[in-house]
């Protein structure tokens, strides 16, 4: 495949007018340079982890005391994503502050001969970089007070200046950013968070050559569950809101959806939205209802105090004990409506 040119429309989360980056970049880049244009770009400290999410899907720095499925940044580029003119990425950067960035396709062209030592390229922005450890909010009142006073009552903060990428204190001001001199040190930025972050896949390389090392004790294949069984341990899961034993049933990229409420979830977030929900809660299976690629399970759950009821249909999709997929529809328990039971003489 002949090399291309993305151009991305990169906007900080929150502040999408106000701090914002048109880059350039090869299409032979790896998922993890493009995050530290991205970190390099947004004046970032780039000492925090990050992951890029696309199509539902999480792209991470490898953890070698993480056992569930990783999918690693540098094992992909762009050509193998394909990512089409308007479709979103999105960085998540430290994961204690999430500071999130939409990175947008709004432009594919092939690449002329002799160009590639010219990207990455930044061909318009606005806006200064970021502050770590600030939330977007917090960054908002700060513009705010710059735009009505042309300062603000942050004095410092800490940035990368010079070829020495030195941490010096400077004054920030959102409308103190030049074009040229991000370009001026882009390359070399980028070169250097990607040496800062390169332990963690020496970690990975090291761990996998111990891993080969060592020879495994021969022991019996243990029998895949069956769908009765993943969905009991689904549900039991669910019942006891425990984050670590219902995140330990999913794979990590796996996509959760409630259409009712029209709500898609990452698996942490559903984890979040399951484990955090109000008071104690008990059920029952009603029904588990094997199919082809997917299992059907109904069941019926309350709060302890009887307050209520609901039914809930699951569709299970799972993959080696692993569940890569899940769609709920949660239905409220209750008397027949007034009109149905004339109709039906009750």
Not at 30 to 42: E, M, N, P
Not at 73 to 90: K, Q, S, V
Not at 131 to 158: C, F, H, R
Request: some cysteine.
């Amino acid at each position: 495949m002949a090399t291309r040119v993305f151009t991305f429309h990169i906007a900080y989360s929150g502040l999408d007018d106000r701090i914002w980056r048109d880059v350039e970049v090869s299409s032979k880049m790896r998922l993890d340079q493009l995050g530290y244009v991205v970190l390099a770009t947004f004046d970032t400290m780039a000492y925090h982890l990050f992951e890029i999410v696309f199509r539902g899907r999480s792209y991470m720095i490898p953890d070698v005391d993480y056992s569930g499925e990783q999918l690693d940044l540098a094992d992909f580029t762009l050509d193998d994503l394909e990512p089409e003119i308007g479709e979103r990425m999105e960085l998540i950067y430290d994961f204690g502050t999430e500071q999130h960035f939409n990175i947008t396709t709004s432009a594919v062209r092939e690449m002329k001969r002799g160009e590639g030592r010219h990207y990455p390229w930044v061909t318009a922005m606005n806006g200064r970089g970021i502050i770590d450890d600030m939330p977007s909010w917090e960054l908002e009142k700060l513009i705010a007070q710059i735009d009505e006073n042309g300062k603000t009552d942050e004095p410092v903060y800490y940035c990368r200046e010079g070829v020495d990428r030195a941490f010096l204190p400077a004054p920030w001001n959102v409308n103190n950013f030049d074009l040229k001199v991000e370009n001026g040190l882009l390359k070399f930025d980028v070169e250097e968070i990607e040496a800062d972050y390169a332990p963690f896949w020496e970690e990975k390389r090291l761990a996998a050559i111990h891993k080969a090392a060592v020879p495994k004790p021969r022991a019996k294949e243990r029998a895949p569950l069956s769908e009765r069984d993943i969905c009991r341990n689904f549900f039991e899961a669910v019942l006891s809101q425990k984050p670590d034993k219902l995140r330990k049933l999913f794979q990590k990229n796996a996509v959760i959806e409630w259409p009712c409420t029209n709500e898609r979830f990452t698996l942490e977030e559903y984890v979040r939205a399951n484990c955090e929900c109000p008071g104690e809660w008990d059920g029952e299976i009603v029904s588990v209802i094997p199919a082809e690629k997917q299992t059907v399970l109904i069941t019926k759950v309350w709060p302890k105090d009887k307050t209520a009821s609901f039914h809930c249909v699951s569709i299970i999709r799972a993959k080696k004990d692993k569940i890569t997929g899940l769609t709920e529809y949660w239905a409220d328990d209750g008397p027949v409506p007034q009109w149905r039971q004339e109709l039906e003489g009750r």
